[in-house]
């Protein structure tokens, strides 16, 4: 299993400010992923990525941008914030497993509140 | 169009009888299903998986079952427990694509 790891755990903000949230895995895993999610609907991926240097948007457009330097790092910048952007924020990694696709493991989540 | 399907919102069970969360798919390329158990305020744990070349994976107290014809499958908890309350969710991924795909998830209440 994977230890993430993300902070803050909880932030509320005013408009237009820039806010970085910071995702760690300690596992060596080569993917890593944010998902966006509000109360009562899906995960929906944001953006991914398999490896250093490689990022991609996800299937939910956002105006987040990511950067992938570290294996163990994924950080998650938004340039200014909006009350839209209230949300919940999950970051996961993954590795192959050899069980026919990977199995992702989440962090606890940063509930991201914009005023 | 939502490729992953959690009809049901809630479910409410008594302590130790047996919790049945369902999900359906529309994708035929999907062939790997996971289950994840969320509590507010944090991130999906996981749970149990399955592979599209089986039709019944069982870790504890936790069995899923896939119906590939259907395009079904279900989450058997048996003996629920209060501690099993929680949001449910089931995802899907396919081929080479690493992606998961989440329904909106069950909330689950088991009383004691």
């Known amino acids: 299993e994977a230890d993430i790891y993300q902070t803050p755990r909880y932030l509320v903000i005013g408009t237009g400010k820039k806010i970085t949230l910071e995702c760690s895995q300690t596992?060596?895993?080569?993917?890593m992923y944010w998902y966006q999610q509000d109360p009562g609907m899906e995960l929906h991926l944001i953006h991914y990525?398999?490896?250093?240097?490689?990022?991609e948007k996800g299937d939910l457009s956002s105006e987040s941008t990511v950067s992938r330097i570290r294996t163990e790092h994924f950080p998650l910048t938004l340039e200014s914030a909006r009350p839209s952007h209230t949300s919940q924020y999950l970051c996961?990694?993954?590795?192959?497993?050899?069980?026919?696709?990977?199995?992702?493991?989440f962090g606890p989540g940063t509930r991201l509140t914009v005023l | 169009d939502q490729q992953v399907k959690q009809n049901s919102p809630s479910l409410s069970v008594q302590e130790g009888r047996i919790s049945i969360l369902n999900c359906d798919y529309t994708n035929s390329m999907f062939d790997y299903f996971l289950w994840y158990k969320k509590y507010p305020a944090e991130g999906p744990t996981f749970l149990i998986s399955i592979s599209s070349i089986k039709d019944k994976n069982e870790d504890g107290r936790f069995t899923v079952f896939l119906n590939k014809s259907a395009k079904h499958l279900s989450l058997h908890i048996v003996p629920s427990q209060p501690g099993d309350s929680a949001v449910y969710f089931c995802?899907?991924?396919?081929?080479?694509?690493?992606?998961?795909?989440f329904g909106k998830g069950t909330l689950l209440t088991v009383n004691p």
């Open positions: 996961a990694s993954s590795a192959y497993s050899g069980k026919g696709t990977d199995t992702q493991y």
């Open positions: 990525s398999y490896g250093v240097n490689s990022t």
């Open positions: 995802a899907a991924s396919g081929g080479s694509n690493y992606k998961l795909t």
């Open positions: 596992m060596g895993h080569d993917k």
